[in-house]
Every structure is written in structure tokens, then in C-alpha cells.
């Protein structure tokens, strides 16, 4: 597998795992990414920016995964 394609496997893999992640979400959940117009997107709406790979789509993975990895380190538990 070339560079390349692995670099595309793993950003695809990074969408499915954000994805599946909101799919856990109440469907009403409703949550603002700082966009200028002050909307919010509901769960399905989330996830079409996933899939359509937008500005705010990059977004969403980048803080799900960023939650997962703190998640790991622990950040999230009482010592």
C-alpha cells in the first residue's frame, strides 16, 4: 500500500470512528463549531459534515479524536 492510500485509510477510518461516535448521540443533541451565523447542527447534520468532508466536517473528527486520545491519557478520571 502506497503512502499515499494509507494516508487515505486512515483519514477515512478517523471519519467512520467520529461518526460512529455522534450516531451514540441523542438525534435532538444540537451543538455550534464557531460558525459565524451562530447556527446549530443536530446530530444528523453533524455527521452529513463528516461525510461531505467540510471545513467544519475536519473539524468534528478533530475533536472527537482529540477527546479519545486525552480519554487515554486518563485526563478524564480522579486519581
Known amino acids: 500500500m502506497t503512502d499515499k492510500k ?13 461518526i460512529e ?30 461525510k461531505d468532508d467540510t471545513e467544519t466536517g475536519r473539524r468534528i473528527v478533530n475533536v472527537q479524536l482529540a477527546y479519545l486520545k486525552a480519554f487515554k491519557k486518563g485526563l478524564f478520571t480522579k486519581e
Open 21 to 50: 461516535r455522534l450516531r451514540q448521540a441523542p438525534p435532538t443533541i444540537r451543538v455550534s463549531f464557531g460558525m459565524s451565523d451562530g447556527r446549530f447542527l443536530d446530530r444528523d447534520e453533524l455527521i452529513n459534515e463528516i
Open 6 to 18: 494509507k494516508e487515505n485509510a486512515f483519514k477515512e477510518l478517523r471519519k467512520e470512528i467520529a
